[in-house]
């Protein structure tokens, strides 16, 4: 059978519903039962998430509600929640499994019936006939919660990578869990307690790494891990069921040409599994290379038109991919959608963001995706395909050369770092240039861990600066990012970065942003970068397949010179930034600093040093090289987020 045959046939067979899910699961000696009510509200405020149906499961003391946005089979049988023949096991799924067919086909040899044909209910059947193991076996991006009435045990998963979100509070009452936050804040016992010292990490990432939350005792599931939850016992266990495979440094063994086959064979194989859809399905494209290998993908897979689109500002040039993104699609043939964006629209984003972001996300690339989402599904799509994963898992990000930098650096005594170190600091002062400024914070740093830390802020707070801004004592706990950075010392930096940002950065910010983003639009998002076989190639990439001297990305670049010209290929990395942060924060989104960064809220709260607020303000609105805007709009939005959701 040929592969598009195969792909044909898949579109004929397959079920897939893209969703929001909740629940709770009380102690069997907690005294009260939770009003079916409550878990209806909590359901319906994922409404956005699944616009196109609802259901539930009830039974004492256990609540299960799904939202659903059907995406293949329109039909009540792809409706969750779904069970086995005895109705023992109950599932609700957030997500596809893409390697569905092959798991229901095998099953059905052994016997199981299926009453529908979503893919939700291959995890039913999967799980009656492997238990805990089944997960090993999915292929998808996913959040599953199953109820086993017999064991009564909930069990809680996530995707490998962390495309999907799953929140859970765990309490003397039980657990309860979420898609998003906002959700979870409805259940009875939740408690509104901050975790102060993941809002210290926020101030200094703009996101809280998993699996932190705003609020103590809420976590979010790690990617690759199941919580199994007792409900007898009440207590819960974490298990991994996938990580990372371990890097291996080799010389090349095989010829350049060799690596490009091999990395287009397996692409292009998750490209066409993220293909299946009985809605359309099109793509972003910004021209750069990550997107632009996407859509050629599926140029040389789809019979159908595509759908691409990307964002600009007309007034400016270097916040503008659409010229570059519309020159990408005229050579690749497909139909290429350009929004252009001005502030009005932006505006418009803002004004949702407190609600929008029930956990604080500091990118401003979350407006960008937000935008063109919508302006997608104004135009029938209700799929998309991107390019995440791809700097993480190729080597595309700047701060890959800068982290090897530093590690020569830092082979030096400390006393040569220190006075490297201040004479930056003078040097930046003296010129008013905060990327100096940069600089001799980096070099501060005791080792290079947390160098690479205060790197991977891309501008944000360092732990001195919070000190400063909180007057007093801060704690910053990046025991996630340290882990996986130090779990590898035998590695290049470069590697070890790598690591920690495909673990920390890739699920913690690019992918939440671009789910909440885009399911605030109902659309579904899906990334063939994130596939196991394709994280197994590039840990076993020779580095000098990655990065070539000073080029980024070197085989993807390579691969796409087969399409594109070459100066279109060894382009700047550019990708969806395209909001001029910092002139707007100068002039536009001045009103912003005077509603929440004013000196009389900052008093009343308690929380920040208002004179180092103030000092930060105005070195920015000064210009020539001060550029604080990262800085600002981090304390924005956390400004934002504590008035919509705690009340100060």
Request: hydrophobic share 40%; with cysteine.
């Amino acid at each position: 059978m040929s592969a598009s045959e195969t792909f044909e046939e898949q579109r004929r067979d397959r079920s897939i519903n893209m969703c929001g899910i909740t629940g709770y699961v009380l102690h069997e000696t907690w005294p009260e039962e939770i009003p079916r009510e409550t878990l209806v509200k909590m359901t319906n405020t994922l409404y956005h998430r699944g616009p196109d149906d609802e259901g539930y499961f009830w039974s004492s003391g256990t609540g299960l509600g799904s939202r659903r946005l059907s995406i293949i089979d329109l039909s009540p049988a792809g409706r969750a929640p779904l069970f086995n023949e005895t109705r023992t096991v109950v599932v609700i799924h957030n997500g596809e499994i893409y390697n569905y067919q092959e798991l229901r086909n095998s099953l059905i040899k052994k016997g199981h019936r299926f009453a529908g044909k979503s893919d939700t209910e291959v995890i039913v059947h999967l799980y009656e006939e492997e238990g805990e193991n089944c997960f090993k076996k999915l292929d998808g991006m996913y959040a599953i919660a199953i109820w086993d009435t017999m064991q009564h045990k909930l069990f809680l998963v996530r995707d490998r990578f962390g495309e999907k979100p799953l929140y859970y509070h765990l309490g003397p009452y039980g657990i309860a869990f979420a898609s998003e936050l906002k959700s979870l804040v409805l259940f009875p016992y939740f408690q509104k307690t901050i975790d102060w010292e993941a809002l210290d990490q926020f101030l200094t990432l703009g996101y809280i790494i998993s699996p932190r939350t705003p609020y103590l005792n809420v976590y979010k599931l790690l990617p690759g891990h199941y919580l199994v939850f007792d409900q007898e016992r009440n207590t819960s266990e974490l298990q991994k069921y996938w990580s990372l495979p371990f890097p291996v440094q080799k010389i090349s063994k095989q010829n350049e040409n060799e690596y490009v086959e091999t990395f287009k064979e397996i692409f292009f194989r998750s490209v066409e599994s993220r293909l299946v859809s009985d809605v359309p399905v099109g793509a972003f494209l910004s021209g750069g290379i990550d997107s632009s290998l996407v859509v050629a993908a599926m140029k040389c897979i789809m019979k159908e038109p595509i759908k691409t689109f990307s964002i600009g500002f007309q007034f400016s040039d270097s916040h503008n991919e659409n010229p570059m993104a519309k020159k990408v699609a005229q050579i690749l043939g497909v139909e290429h959608h350009n929004l252009w964006v001005d502030f009005k629209d932006v505006l418009s984003v803002i004004e949702k963001l407190p609600q929008l972001l029930d956990e604080p996300i500091a990118d401003p690339a979350l407006i960008g995706v937000y935008l063109i989402t919508r302006f997608a599904k104004e135009n029938g799509i209700t799929v998309m395909l991107s390019g995440d994963g791809g700097d993480e898992l190729f080597f595309g990000y700047p701060v890959y050369r800068w982290v090897k930098w530093l590690n020569y650096l830092y082979h030096l005594p400390s006393f040569t770092r220190k006075a490297l170190s201040d004479s930056l600091s003078l040097a930046g002062q003296t010129l008013q240039n905060s990327r100096l400024e940069k600089a001799s914070v980096t070099l501060s740093h005791p080792d290079l861990v947390s160098a690479a830390y205060y790197l991977t802020g891309y501008g944000a707070w360092s732990v001195e600066e919070l000190k400063q801004l909180k007057n007093g004592f801060v704690s910053i706990r990046n025991d996630r990012f340290v882990s996986s950075f130090n779990s590898h010392v035998c590695l290049p930096p470069l590697y070890r970065e790598a690591i920690a940002l495909l673990v920390t950065y890739l699920p913690d910010n690019n992918l939440s942003r671009m789910d909440r983003s885009s399911m605030a639009n109902s659309v579904e998002t899906r990334a063939p970068f994130l596939h196991p076989c394709i994280a197994e190639f590039s840990m076993n990439l020779p580095v000098e397949m990655k990065i070539r001297g000073s080029i980024l990305k070197y085989l993807l670049r390579k691969v796409l010179c087969e399409v594109l010209p070459e100066d279109i290929v060894m382009r700047p990395k550019h990708g969806f930034n395209a909001l001029p942060m910092a002139d707007w924060i100068r002039s536009d989104l001045q009103f912003l600093i005077h509603e929440y960064l004013a000196p009389e809220r900052l008093k009343a709260q308690g929380i920040f040093h208002p004179q180092v607020v103030e000092t930060i303000i105005k070195q920015h609105m000064i210009g020539r090289q001060f550029n604080h805007w990262c800085k600002i709009w981090i304390l924005v939005v956390l400004q934002m987020w504590l008035k919509q959701w705690i009340g100060i």
